[in-house]
């Protein structure tokens, strides 16, 4: 199966560059209704909105509404998890957990979501309750390979300001404990440092997307490209062999 990642889109109404974020998942959205083959499902790995508001929502839903594919949304730091899952239902399928956890059923791969937000603070957060969701949702799935989306790099990113994502050291290595204890994990898509970059949890691909808003990407970038929105497409397919390729959205004519 086909996954296109985009991830960070911090749409903000009154934000000077505002407009550009807007443009920026519009294009890039664009860019993966022009695919062939088609992908079979977008990820979005969270920071939909930059402030949680519910009028951001409405302008990313409205947005979100032009793609040809499915869209399922994982919650970042930014966002107001009872915002996004009033706002965006239709892309966070209901799941009666209390995070913002859930699965998706209905492809070669199973989908997990995994919220590792807080209001406590912006990096990620892993608890025993957290745990048990996404054990939960991991164990309920057949033997299919699964590939989890979350707006947090369980790993270390040394590249940047902060190399730690989560609250502590011990959360972390909690989470990757979790996500490697039924070995069928196939790989983990991640956004928050909005830049690209990957690691690994064991035999566990972690692949981080740039942020979708262009002026808000890390990372050196040629004059030429800083214009040009960025995201990843994963082909991974039942026997858990993963493909990642960055696509760059054409330039704006
Ligand atoms: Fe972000």
Not at 68 to 78: K, T
Not at 87 to 97: D, F, I, Q, T
Not at 134 to 160: S, W
Not at 221 to 247: D, G, I
């Amino acid at each position: 199966m086909i996954i296109a990642q985009i991830t960070d889109t911090h749409i903000a109404h009154g934000a000077p560059d505002a407009d550009r974020r807007a443009s920026d998942l519009e294009r890039t959205l664009a860019d993966i209704n022009s695919l062939d083959p088609a992908p079979d499902v977008i990820i979005h790995t969270g920071d939909v909105v930059h402030g949680g508001r519910r009028e951001d929502y409405a302008a990313a839903a409205s947005l979100l509404a032009t793609a040809r594919a499915p869209i399922y949304v994982a919650p970042g730091n930014r966002d107001d998890r009872e915002n996004l899952r009033h706002s965006l239902s239709r892309w966070v399928p209901a799941s009666g957990l209390g995070f913002l956890d859930y699965a998706v059923e209905d492809f070669p791969v199973r989908l997990v979501a995994f919220d590792t937000t807080t209001s406590a603070s912006n990096r990620g957060d892993f608890s025993a309750a957290r745990d048990r969701e996404l054990t939960a949702l991991i164990e309920a799935g057949d033997q299919r390979p699964i590939a989890v989306f979350m707006h947090h790099p369980p790993v270390t990113v040394t590249v940047g300001p902060d190399p730690l994502n989560f609250v502590t050291p011990e959360a972390m290595a909690d989470l990757q404990r979790s996500l490697e204890r039924s070995g069928r994990v196939a790989a983990v898509f991640c956004g928050h440092v909005h830049r690209s970059t990957w690691g690994r949890i064991g035999d566990i691909p972690v692949i981080v997307a740039p942020c979708t808003a262009t002026t808000l990407r890390k990372g050196d970038y040629p004059p030429q490209m800083q214009s040009q929105p960025v995201y990843h497409l994963h082909r991974l397919n039942s026997a858990s062999e993963l493909v990642t390729e960055v696509r760059i959205v054409a330039a704006a004519t």
